[in-house]
């Protein structure tokens, strides 16, 4: 009797359906049946999701064939992983961070001039007044020299943000140039809106929230800096990086949360989410992309119009960006 009911168990059990690999996203999230056969099938899949009213936010997701190590070996190798035409310059920070580490971020004349130009309430630049004021004292003093002064006091003050923020100040970007908003505050309300965080990894998520990066245990932390053509200009930012290999039953075998704490143009407050995930043994594996920014562009009369544009533009090229990605984590271990 007792093996007759271990066996029913059994093909009961091999009769059951996969486990759903999206589940862990819902409900800020749902992957439909007909989603599934347009990944399974190859192809990416990218749409908009609902945002708040200076948001943009999208996912995107691609089935590959790759396990957690590999994808942590190349979120290690951050320079070789985000390597594309759109990336102009990118470098990892050594720990603790050095101005050595910034020797390759050069500013061209139109940077170089929207900083030279910058003045409280009016500048091209997200920077404090007090920065302001800095890089202009720099220029007034170094005569032909000016831009090189400004280029090297300018990696200054990324450097000084950085550490700012690993000692658990709260630091820019800035709206207005005259009173800072804090983007702590800012991404904590984008952390809270993807609430499938919270409801499964409340302490990764806490941390998060938080103003600066406090350590956790079982989360690989580190720093980056990148300049990317986005739209008609070039963007220096900073990101900080969290990976978690969390162990939970229902969550991606690995997930990578990616924190905007510096940006000279557009983005107030950004954070990006890549989850490797799958419905188990034999079932396929998909990788998953999530970003929600706040935009200062998304304002007045035609901020509607704005937010749909970019909207559209980030989901178009969320799905090619995604596809590359895949044709790099399926080509071996990244490069040393």
């Known amino acids: 009797m007792i093996a007759h009911l271990l066996l029913a168990f059994q093909s009961l059990s091999a009769t059951q359906a996969p486990v759903n690999p999206f589940e862990f996203f819902e409900p800020s999230i749902t992957v439909t049946a007909g989603d599934r056969q347009t990944l399974d099938a190859g192809e990416p899949l990218a749409r908009a999701i609902p945002s708040r009213e ?26 070789a992983l985000k390597k594309s035409s759109y990336v102009i310059a990118i470098h990892r920070f050594s720990d603790p961070p050095r101005i050595e580490d910034l020797a390759d971020l050069t500013l061209d004349p139109r940077e170089l001039s929207d900083i030279a130009a910058c003045r409280p309430g009016r500048c091209g630049v997200k920077l404090s007044a007090e920065e302001m004021a800095d890089l202009q004292q720099v220029a007034s003093r170094a005569g032909a020299e000016r831009h090189a002064a400004i280029a090297v006091r300018f990696r200054t003050i990324v450097l000084q943000r950085v550490q700012a923020f690993l000692a658990g100040h709260e630091i820019g970007p800035f709206v207005d140039h005259s009173a800072p908003v804090w983007p702590a505050r800012r991404l904590a309300a984008i952390v809270e809106e993807s609430s499938f965080l919270g409801a499964h990894l409340p302490e990764f998520t806490a941390g998060l929230q938080r103003a600066h990066a406090a350590p956790q245990a079982g989360v690989e932390t580190f ?20 990976i978690l290999r969390s162990g ?22 950004s954070l990006g989410i890549t989850a490797l995930v799958s419905g188990g043994a ?11 920014s706040e935009l200062d562009m998304l304002h007045g009369m035609f901020a509607g119009l704005i937010r ?3 909207q559209r533009r980030l989901r178009d090229e969320a799905g090619r ?11 071996g271990e990244p490069p040393e």
């Open 308 to 310: 749909w544009v970019v």
């Open 54 to 79: 200076r948001e943009v936010a999208v996912v995107a997701a691609v089935r590959v064939a790759i396990d957690g190590d590999r994808l942590v070996a190349w979120m290690r190798r951050i320079e």
């Open 223 to 242: 720093l980056y800096w990148s300049k990317e053509q986005i739209a008609d200009r070039p963007i220096v930012s900073v990101t900080d990086v969290q």
């Open 282 to 292: 034999g079932q396929p594996t998909y990788l998953v992309y999530i970003n929600r």
């Open 321 to 331: 960006v995604l596809l590359g990605l895949r044709q790099r984590l399926e080509s």
């Open 248 to 269: 939970v039953a229902g969550a991606p075998d690995v997930l990578v949360a990616g924190r905007e704490i510096f940006s000279t143009h557009y983005v107030n407050a």
